[in-house]
């Protein structure tokens, strides 16, 4: 095999929301409700709705910048690259970058739709639920049935009722929607933690519709600093490692037992921690469990079953760059293990994705079915997803041919207030002071 005949499917990715996403979605009733973009007099754009300001139109959204301009900016569309929040340029970008399909992550709601669960729980549930549906239609109709097969549709739950949760998912399950999202700590949130049985219904009906539960690193509250003046690059770095919490939570949780046909994939957490938890958690089990009563009961070869076999069998695990860990393939389960871009974020490959990638197989014995089964395959069987054109038309260098002309020169003088002055070392407030002009209205 050689890069341009490799399949790229990208399991996390960010769409920036357009100004005009509600349009078309909403009854006249509910139109004036919707949240709406203004611009302060600061210059920074933000989304209003039900009272409250929300500057993060896209937060770190600096794909194509030189990197010294990286930051939690922008906070303006005219900072943004196009491809953020159209989606006709998004295809033009996925086309440059060699990737034939997304799995795209909200923005202006949170993660899991936050933002209307906040309005839910302030009184309004009935303004709740119309939005998220809203915004749901507007992700399956339009983000992802513009270019039908360039997007799997990843849609947002209500929080805060598990019975319209799980009609939700039957819901879009019948719209074509491929997965759907939940916290990685929804106790933070607010709400019952993830062992609760509040949660149920909402199991269920992804059990019964088989979808697949993305959880992404930062959806139980967004960024986690462990002090003010703490570096910016120490939660940059472990950021992806923390998700590793998530994955113990799950092993050990009564949900996998319950529900044994649902899996879970853990956005945008890398790979190479992976060997080591296995290592870890079964020690732990086999060290401990005649006192916490764990019982994960045998094998069909009659050996006891251990964590890492509950792992392997029920979570996914999604990198962008781990060159560990594809070494490690094997031990982590090649059958688990998905790649992702993360464009627009600072961490995206973009648009040198199947470069970097291709780095990753060099130098080491690899078959062609690892790579595709990393790259496309294992991808393709959880979500369901099928290829949109003939095997030939869907490779990098074919994708490349579709869209030869797009500018992929960096952009410099795009963004607003740095995060320091001169050269120190950045710290976490310096971040949170990046974005202080964001919420000033004079």
Known sequence: MQLEDM??????????????????????EWKDKAPKVTTLPSGCDVWEFNGRQLPNIGLNAVVGRVPAEYGVEPTQYAQLRKGCYDIDARVEDMNVNGVLAQICFPSFPGFVGQLWAECAKGGDPELARVMLQAYNDWH?????????????????????DPKLMAEEVHRVARKGCKTVNFSENPEKLGFPSLHNEYWDPYWKACSDEGMVVCIHIGSAGGMNFSTMDSPIDAMITTTPMSIGNLAADLVFSNVLRRFPDIKFALSEGGIGWVPYFYERSDYVYTHHHAWTH?????????????????????????????????????????????????????????????????????????????INKMTHLNAMREFNYELPFPKEECTVGALR??????????????????????????????????????????
């Open 140 to 160: 399956i109709d339009e983000w992802c049935g513009t270019h039908p097969g360039r997007m799997i549709p990843l849609c947002l739950p209500a929080l805060w």
């Open 7 to 28: 399949i790229l499917i990208s399991v996390d990715d960010h769409v920036v929301e357009p100004p005009d996403l509600f349009e078309g979605h909403l009854t006249d």
């Open 294 to 370: 764990q019982d994960f009961g045998k094998k069909e070869n009659g050996e006891p079953k251990l964590p890492s076999d509950v792992f392997k069998e029920r979570l996914l695990n999604c990198f962008i760059d781990d060159p560990v860990g594809v070494k490690m393939r094997e031990q982590i389960g090649i059958d688990t293990i998905m790649w992702e871009c993360d464009y627009p974020h600072s961490d995206t490959t973009w648009p040198e994705a199947p470069e970097r990638l291709w780095e990753h197989f060099e130098g080491i014995d690899i078959s062609d079915e690892d």
């Open 401 to 442: 041919k579709l869209s030869p002309n797009v500018d992929t020169s960096l952009m410099e003088g795009m963004g607003g207030n740095p995060a320091v002055e001169g050269n120190r070392i950045v710290l976490a407030e310096d971040v949170v002071n990046q974005l202080a002009s964001a919420f000033v209205q004079k």
